[in-house]
């Protein structure tokens, strides 16, 4: 076989090996939280738009929840303010709070729009705001007292909150429109307050409201890894449970997992975390029999 004719079969191999996945999913909804590396990274920008883009083009339909913590530091520092974490979170003052909503929902969720149309997608940039897509509540960080028999602390971290309900309304409209959702993790109190809401944790409710097929969460990991270091590529959530207990899945890595068991005993069929730092992670995932990540199932 001579190389050019090699190289023809071997393309050919690889679209013959997305068949199978097209033809599952084909008007099946797909949650991806896009974040860490994959939004900061110009190639790997490119890319993830490419992504979404063909999911549409061969009858998924894609819905993208995105963060945009860097930026929303950049902007502070610009400002002169400084950032505070507790526990991961950042403290959200009112002020923070403009930021937050001026770089969330304007600047980072419309150079997505933008970077997904000039690939041919047609996407909407909505917030939580929008509709009455994300219905939040204030949330409330418990400190544990150093005498067991008195109360938690609660500390007070501004405008920061967690979901109370999804409208998914406006979502499914715009899917059955031919349009991609791009959504900012920002929502509305009854108080008529807004929230700022981990991404993570959006993306999961939403897919779980929508009863998605696929919840894809973007990492700058190469996903769950073993006792040994070696990466897990597939999990059922028991087994994700006994990790846990076990102390093997730890760190900055339980809230996504724990992100993904919720969505997968919600009743999306899978939960995916993926390397976001390797170039078209999600078309990978969703397209090959490898993957480029962790997937994790009932």
Do not use: W
């Not at 050019?4 to 199978?20: C, F, I, T």
């Amino acid at each position: 076989m001579s190389l050019s004719e090699k190289s023809a079969s071997e393309r050919a191999s690889v679209l013959l090996e997305a068949l199978p996945y097209i033809q599952r999913f084909q008007g099946k909804t797909i949650v991806i939280k896009y974040g860490g590396n994959a939004m900061v990274d110009d190639k790997l920008k490119e890319g993830f738009a490419r992504d979404v883009v063909l999911m549409k083009l061969v009858g998924m339909n894609p819905v993208v929840v995105h963060g945009g913590g860097p930026q929303i530091g950049q902007l502070l520092q610009r400002i002169g303010k400084e950032s505070r974490f507790v526990e991961g979170m950042r403290v959200t003052d009112r002020e923070t709070m403009d930021v937050v909503e001026m770089v969330l929902g304007g600047l980072v969720n419309k150079e997505i729009v933008s970077m997904i149309n000039r690939h041919g997608g047609r996407a909407v940039g909505l917030t939580g705001k929008d509709g009455g897509l994300i219905h939040a509540r204030k949330l409330e960080l418990k400190k544990p007292s150093a005498d067991t028999k008195l109360p938690s602390e609660i500390i007070d971290i501004g405008h920061v909150g967690e979901v109370e309900s999804i409208d998914p309304s406006i979502v499914s409209l715009l899917d059955t429109q031919n349009f991609i959702p791009v959504i900012a993790p920002v929502g509305v109190g009854k108080d008529g307050q807004t929230y700022n809401i981990n991404a993570d944790i959006v993306a999961g409710k939403l897919a779980s409201v929508l009863k998605a097929e696929k919840l894809v969460l973007l990492t700058n990991t190469a996903g769950v890894l073993g006792a040994d270091g070696k990466l897990l590529t597939g999990l059922s959530a028991p087994e994700v449970d006994a990790l846990i207990v076990e102390g093997v899945i730890h760190g900055g890595m339980l809230p996504k997992i724990n992100c993904a068991l919720d969505a997968v005993k919600s009743g999306v069929r899978s939960a995916h975390i993926i390397d976001g730092r390797v170039t078209d992670a999600v078309l990978l995932e969703v397209f090959t029999d490898d993957g480029v990540g962790t997937l994790i199932h009932g």
